[in-house]
Nanobody, 116 residues
Framework: QVQLVESGGGLVQPGGSLRLSCAQS????????WGWYRQTPGKRRELVAR???????NYADSVKGRFTISRDSAKNALYLQMNNLKPEDTAVYYC??????????WGQGTQVTVSS
């Protein structure tokens, strides 16, 4: 059984940094992409960043130059380094594994709050 567990969220002042981690347990044999999404109340969940299997990365325009996604395959871990955080980055952040033609896997989410 596959589980994704996020950690690293919290309260940070504008301009600060956080590093989110996602630990994967269980094996997935076919992955299209590993990604981070975020959601605020009343809004749809949106893609923040993802790594396509093969190495290419995609970022939302709003986080380009500030956020960096990375993956440690040996540890089955996914990371999101978030720098120069802004109040509009406040959201619940979710880890995702996208299978080609299959079920997606999601973590339970971790709250990030950017406020002075």
């Amino acid at each position: 059984q596959v589980q994704l567990v996020e950690s690293g969220g919290g309260l940070v002042q504008p301009g600060g940094s956080l590093r989110l981690s996602c630990a994967q347990s269980g094996n997935i044999f076919s992955v299209y992409a590993w990604g981070w999404y975020r959601q605020t109340p009343g809004k749809r969940r949106e893609l923040v960043a993802r790594i396509i299997n093969g190495g290419s990365t995609n970022y939302a325009d709003s986080v380009k130059g500030r956020f960096t996604i990375s993956r440690d395959s040996a540890k089955n871990a996914l990371y999101l380094q978030m720098n120069n955080l802004k109040p509009e980055d406040t959201a619940v952040y979710y880890c995702n594994i996208d299978q080609p033609g299959g079920v997606d896997f999601w973590g339970q989410g971790t709250q990030v709050t950017v406020s002075s």
